[in-house]
């Protein structure tokens, strides 16, 4: 990730769309300063691993992998414009080749179809349910918890 693909990224963040789908957003999302120094910290830290998804040398999205609660967890967000065309899949399957740390986690909220396939296609399994505040709802709802081993 570098300077010049933020804006881009902070675009396709902040697509009301995908944020509704995400629903587990930051609280301030569409807040560009807080945008900003999240960046800041993610690329930082040694421990987050974080890139970029270029697709025929444009930014098609963001996948990053994470410690919490000392489990290794993955996320991704890919643009609207590109949705469907195997690009989460794709870079899932990148990450999962070049971190070998096993279980891995991934969690969606329990309506986001695509990204529930995503990971199971990828062969992770739905371990369990948690119910929180979504900041991208405005509300608590379910949430998805899958592993891989
Ligand atoms: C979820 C998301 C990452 C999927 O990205 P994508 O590049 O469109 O996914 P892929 O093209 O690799 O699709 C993988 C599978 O999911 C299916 N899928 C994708 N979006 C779907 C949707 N909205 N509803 C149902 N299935 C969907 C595809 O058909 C495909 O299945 P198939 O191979 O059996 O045909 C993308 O929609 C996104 O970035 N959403 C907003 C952010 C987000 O929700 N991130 C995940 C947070 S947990």
New binding site residues.
């Given amino acids: 990730m570098e300077d010049h693909d933020l804006d881009t990224i902070f675009e396709?963040?902040t697509?009301a769309?995908?944020?509704r789908?995400?629903?587990?957003t930051s609280e301030n999302q569409f807040d560009r300063g807080a945008f900003l120094d999240r960046m800041s910290r993610i690329r930082a830290d040694q421990g987050v691993w974080h890139r970029v998804i270029e697709v025929d040398g444009a930014v098609?999205?963001t996948i990053g992998s994470f410690h919490l609660d000392n489990r290794r967890e993955v996320?991704?967000?890919?643009?609207?414009r590109?949705?469907?065309?195997?690009?989460?899949?794709?870079?899932?399957q990148l990450l999962l080749a070049e971190i070998d740390e096993r279980p891995i986690y991934?969690?969606?909220?329990s309506d986001?179809?695509?990204?529930?396939?995503?990971?199971e296609?990828a062969g992770f399994r739905r371990v369990g349910v948690d119910r929180g505040y979504a900041p991208g709802r405005g509300e608590e709802i379910e949430e998805t918890i899958l592993r891989l081993d």
Avoid: P
């Avoid at 996320?75 to 609207?80: A, G, L, S, V």
């Avoid at 949705?83 to 870079?91: F, T």
């Fill in positions: 396709q963040t697509d769309e995908a944020v789908m995400a629903a587990f098609a999205g996320t991704y967000w890919i643009d609207r590109q949705w469907g065309n195997g690009i989460a899949s794709a870079a899932l991934g969690r969606a909220a986001n179809a695509g990204s529930l396939r995503v990971l296609k």
